[in-house]
Structures are given as C-alpha cells and as structure tokens.
C-alpha cells in the first residue's frame, strides 16, 4: 500500500458517516426504472458539491460526473453506480410512494460511487491519476422490471429507445468517451467479496398474445380456448428440455414462462390469453436455439386450439465476456481487507446484467461485496445488516480500483485495452440487437362445423 492508498482509505473512513447517510436516505427512498428522480438528485447534489463538472438527464434521469477536465488522448474510466429497484411492494422497507425496495444492492453501488469520489476529489490524489474517471448514475438496470405498458409508453412517446440503461447510454452516444468501465454489486452470504469475471447469461423474452372466440363453457363448441392455447404452449415449451444441444447443460440455460391473464370465471372460454416467456444462456447461440424452440411451441399451440396467436421478441441483454485478467480486483480486496476476514471468491452468477451488452464494446470489470444479511438479493427478507461493510466497503473498492487502473500515467488501464479488444464495435452492436426484435402473427381457424352425415 502506497502513501495515495492509504490516503484514500483515510478520507473514506473519515467520511464513513456521510457515505451510511446516503446510503441509508436511497434504501428508504427506493424508485423504479428511469424513474430514478430523487435518487438522481441526491447523487447530483453530492457531485456538484465536490466542484465536479456534471451532465444530467441522459437517458431520462442518468448524470455523469467528471473528475477532470475532458482531453481527448487520455485514458477515462468509468466508475458506475446502478439507481434503480426492484417492484416488492409487501418488503417491510418498500418505499410507500413507489412500492419499490432496494432488494438488489443498488443503492450500494450508487453510494460506494458517491463515496469514491470524494476520495478522488482530494488534489492530491486526483493528481496521482495519470487519467480521468467519469462518475455515473446509472438508470434502470432491472429492466424485467419494468411493465410492458411503461414500456410501450416510453417507446412510444420518444422517451426511450431501450430499456437497460447502459443500452440507452451506448445509444445515446454517452459512453462514447470511455475506454473502461467498473461496476459492483452485493453477492453472497453478505461476507464474502467477489472476483466478478466469469460468464454471465444472456436473456431475451417473447412476449405471446393467444386470441380466440368467447362463450359459455356450457357451448364451448361455439368457441375458440385462448386460455388452452396458453397453457399448451407452456406445456410444449417445457417438453423441448430433452431434445436440447450438448451445449445445455446443467446450470447453463433456464426458460420461464408466466401467464399473466386467466378467465375471469370457471365457466367462460376465453378470447384472449397473454403470457411472458423469460429465456436465459450463456451464449448467443443458446438464446437463438431456445428462442427458436419457443417459437415452434408456441406456433404448435396456436394451430392445436386454432387460435390466432402474435409473438414479440424483445432483445434483452448479452452474456458478459470476462477480461483476460482481473487479478487487481483482488490485489483491491487485499488493501481494504489485509487480514483476510472476507473470503474472495471468483463469482460467477445465473444473473443477468446489461455489463453484458457494455462488455461487448469495451472492457469491463466487476467486483463483489457482501454487508447484507445473507439472503436472496430480489427477495423480500433481503436486508442491511452491516452499514459500514455494505455502503463504505463498495466506496474504498471503487476508489482503489480506479487509482491503481490509472497510476503511473494509466499503466494498468492502458495493459487491459491492449489485452481485451472488444468484439463489436457500437455499430456492429446495435445492428445485433435490433435485429433480434421480431413480431409474428397468425390467424384464428376455428374449427370447421360438419353437418350430420344422415347416420
């Protein structure tokens, strides 16, 4: 540990207070997607109030703070901080105003970003930096979230083209000037920390409209069973298990299906049905496979109840690609926790996250932090339990990690491009991902009625 380490962790510690304070006011204050406000707020606030030259209002309520004055030919790191909750309004903390919770660690990030830069703040220490670091408040990573409704509201009214913020950050030409990007979540059994560079999955979902005819179950023969279709196709999604490539193996891909609408009683036949099928892999080829294999089912269905059926495929986020060598993650942990009380791991997560689509045009690294009680992240007795480790650990990661990426005129940074050339370039990207939307249709034929053959 060198004399800027130490002092990094001095401010930290010496600002530990103010940093719980925050992190406190954002769990009791949780927003949805992009709808963020108040935690925006109060992250803008905090950078402004170190003197930090600040861009506010990408992609709805998204900032950028930077720690210096932009210059074209240095390296500039991107410390992230994710905003958004999760919708769990029955958690005993659910905001009351939003029904949301931060039952996904968010407000971690968010804070051990607003923490990192008052370290990096000092003069001294932001001298040391042989580059610049671009403070972000991060919307809307939990994009399954967010209701097909608000969804079609912000496409529709121009608001939004994509729905994960970092996708929408890339579209909006704000991550255009950075070369690097550091991102954190909560992992674990709360004590653990983490090496987040393993593969994570990709998901997409379809979202399926059955249509039929209404009737009285006591006349069904006059009717067309949406609702049957639905639940045949749920049927047949489940069957294609066997019949996967090698390449699905244990673990390593996960198909889910939600109806979302029913008959309103025993006796009806139903004319509409809708339901949401969620499919995760590790590879692009596993989500093109799956999704093929959904679509037949669904098409099968449709044609076995006659009813007509559309499907919408929705692009969801990519697999992460890992960088070759993330060994500073752990040389960080050794400096925050030099007698090894927390175990570090290399974690690989059944999650999704939109670091997949960021990492496809530009090295991206991960770290993990526990403080929390232990349980599921996304549930409802997911809590704080260790303020200091939950909020001020992620803050001295974060400012660590960007001191050393950046030291000794961005040496470290400057090894991880060259090693890590990422695979698409943002063009080549969004052609990628547009194409995977797609709308298919297909007509109600009921069945025919047949007149009695004089028998």
């Known amino acids: 540990m060198d004399h800027i380490e130490e002092k990094i962790l001095r401010i930290i510690d010496e600002n530990a207070d103010k940093i719980i304070a925050f992190g406190d006011d954002i769990w ?7 709808m963020e406000y108040r935690t925006s707020e109060k992250f803008v606030e905090q950078m402004k109030a170190l003197g930090l030259s600040i861009e506010t209002g990408i992609a709805i309520t998204g900032s950028k703070a930077y720690l210096k004055e932009r ?15 999760l919708p769990i309004a029955n958690h005993p903390d659910a905001n009351p105003d939003t029904g949301a919770v931060h039952a ?22 932001r001298e040391a930096l042989g580059g610049n670091v671009t403070f972000i408040g991060m919307p809307s990573e939990e994009q399954a979230a967010m209701t097909a409704e608000r969804k079609k509201e912000y ?13 929408e950050f890339m579209h909006l030409g704000a991550m255009d ?5 550091v991102g954190h979540h909560v992992m674990g059994d709360g004590r653990e920390y983490g090496i987040g560079n393993g593969p994570s999955w990709g998901f997409m979902d379809k979202h399926v409209t059955f249509t039929g005819r209404a009737s009285h179950i006591g006349t069904a023969h006059n009717g067309v069973d949406a609702q049957g279709a639905a639940v045949l196709a749920v049927t047949a999604i489940n069957a294609q298990r066997e019949g996967l490539p090698r390449f699905f193996s244990y673990n390593k891909h996960l198909v889910h299906c939600a109806l979302q609408s029913s008959a309103p009683a025993v006796n009806v036949v139903v004319d509409e049905a809708k339901m949401t099928v969620n499919f995760r892999g590790m590879n692009m080829e596993a989500l093109q496979d ?11 269905a449709s044609v076995a109840m006659g009813t007509g059926m559309k499907i919408e495929t929705e692009a969801g986020y990519m697999p992460v690609l890992p960088i070759k060598d993330a060994s500073i993650v752990a040389d960080v942990f050794n400096v925050i926790d030099p007698e090894h009380k927390h175990p570090v791991i290399n974690h690989e997560t059944t999650g999704c996250t939109d670091y997949g689509d960021l990492s496809q045009i530009m090295p991206v690294i991960q770290f993990y932090t526990g403080g929390h009680n232990g349980e599921a992240g996304h549930s409802l007795k997911f809590n704080v339990a260790d303020k200091k480790e939950y909020y001020v650990a992620p803050a001295k990661a974060f400012a660590l990690l960007a001191y050393r990426l950046l030291k000794n005129n961005a040496e470290q940074a400057k090894k991880i491009l060259q090693e890590n050339q990422p695979p698409l370039t943002k063009e080549q990207y969004f052609q990628i991902v547009d194409s995977m939307g797609s709308v298919e249709e297909m007509e109600m034929v009921p069945a025919p009625y047949y007149e009695k053959l004089g028998m």
């Open 104 to 125: 996904c660690g968010h407000d971690a990030q968010i804070t051990g970003v607003m923490g990192a830069a008052i370290a990096l703040s000092d003069p001294e220490i």
């Open 71 to 85: 210059k074209e030919d240095e390296v500039n790191i991107a410390l992230i901080g994710e905003m958004d909750a």
């Open 290 to 300: 799956l999704g093929y294999r959904i679509d037949r089912a669904v098409r099968g």
């Open 28 to 34: 009791h204050h949780a927003e949805l997607g992009f």
């Open 155 to 167: 496409s529709e009214s121009g608001k939004l083209k994509y729905f994960g913020g970092k996708v």
């Open 177 to 181: 000037d950075i070369d690097l990007a």
